[in-house]
């Protein structure tokens, strides 16, 4: 059994230091294929660390039309994300709104290429990247009915990639909520993963938890029986300094002003969240992925970048890897009229030392 034993020496440090430490493009352009090669068996501990340090490319493709929601992806961004020092990017993707609603429920081929370019851009300037199938609202609403879509989504996706190397992983869906509860998902995820691994029986898969993808979901989590599983969850805690002033939230606008201090108490309770996941991934044998975390523009930026550094800081020296959310958006670290990033929080996610 691979442990996480290596990380506890460094824990015990970072529990001592750590107030201390923190303290202190368009489809035109063209894109060569590699040429691919059978997949070899991988392992996930392993290919966690791949995933590394990474970024979510948020707001752009998981519109229903790319551009939509101000982002449109360019491959400049992959080269500044690279250049940065991080390792992957998390790409969402509603694929739901670019397939047939009813059966076979074909995705069009020009998305394909559009994501093919993503990927493959990604891959030109050495990211490792995770795709999956975003804002499914109709999903949650209805997942009896829209659960033999989803399978024939994946069974799509994971045709069209199932060449590509290990620098590709599949997360199965975002967020399960709604009438999607914990007791449907871990039977429809257990599907979803029968249905990737008839044509990439090696591809390293990401799983979520119900109730919108938290922690809190992790005991209600049933795994499928797979040896090349990476378990993924959301941290946006304290939500009310997380999420406030952000406009899709009722009654955010009170929580305005809400600061982040880097006290004792706000550290320990960082910590009381990761280790209770770390203790149940470790009973599991399975590695850990914080696939979103941030703090919205509206929440004073040393507040932001003090929370960022623990959260993140945090995870990495557990094991953790994570991806920030996200770019260039409402949570964004990434300035793209100025191209230039948002300094303090890049150094919270990449300190120097």
């Known amino acids: 059994m691979i442990s996480y034993t290596k990380y506890f020496i460094k824990s ?23 040429e691919f090669q059978p997949l070899e068996d991988v392992e996930p501990f392993s290919q966690n ?15 229903a039309i790319e551009g939509d929601w101000g982002v449109t992806l360019e491959e400049s961004y992959f080269k500044v994300i690279s250049d940065a020092g991080f390792n992957s990017v998390r790409i969402p993707i509603k694929w739901s709104a670019h397939a047939e609603v009813d059966s076979p429920f074909t995705i069009e081929e020009s998305f394909f290429a559009r994501i093919d370019w993503a990927i493959l851009t990604a891959f030109k300037y050495n990211l490792a990247v995770i795709i999956n199938i ?144 770390i203790e149940w991934a470790f009973q599991k044998n399975v590695p850990l992925n ?19 550094a623990m959260t993140s800081q945090y995870a990495r020296l557990k094991g953790i890897s994570f991806h920030y959310w996200e770019f260039c958006s409402g949570f964004g670290i990434y300035d793209v009229t100025e191209s230039k990033f948002n300094e303090e929080l890049l150094n919270s996610l990449l300190p120097s030392n």
Not at 27 to 33: A, F, L, S, V, Y
Not at 49 to 63: F, P, Q, T
Not at 293 to 308: C, H, M, Q
Request: with cysteine; proline share 4%.
């Open 134 to 277: 975003h804002h499914y609202e109709e999903m949650m609403l209805d997942p009896e009915t829209e659960k033999t879509r989803l399978f024939a989504l994946w069974q799509q996706i994971a045709d069209h990639y199932q060449k590509y190397s290990h620098d590709l992983f599949f997360e199965v869906l975002n967020e399960p909520n709604d009438q999607l509860t914990p007791t449907l998902w871990n039977g429809i995820l257990k599907e979803a993963v029968s249905v990737i691994r008839l044509t990439n029986p090696g591809r390293t898969i990401l799983i979520g938890t119900a109730n919108w993808g938290g922690l809190g979901g992790l005991n209600a989590l049933s795994l499928p029986a797979d040896d090349n599983i990476i378990v993924t969850y959301h941290y946006y805690n304290p939500f009310e300094f997380t999420h406030q002033g952000a406009e899709w939230v009722d009654g955010s606008e009170s929580n305005l002003g809400t600061k982040w201090s880097n006290t004792p108490q706000e550290r320990q309770a960082v910590i009381n969240d990761f280790d209770a996941a």
């Open 12 to 34: 015990l440090i970072f529990v001592l230091c750590v107030g201390m430490i923190i303290s202190c493009s368009s489809t035109k352009d063209t894109i060569n294929e590699p």
């Open 49 to 63: 660390e791949k995933l590394g340090r990474g970024i979510n490319l948020g707001n752009a493709l998981e519109a």
């Open 290 to 308: 914080m696939g979103e975390f941030g703090a919205y523009w509206k929440a004073d930026n040393d507040s932001r970048a003090l929370w960022t």
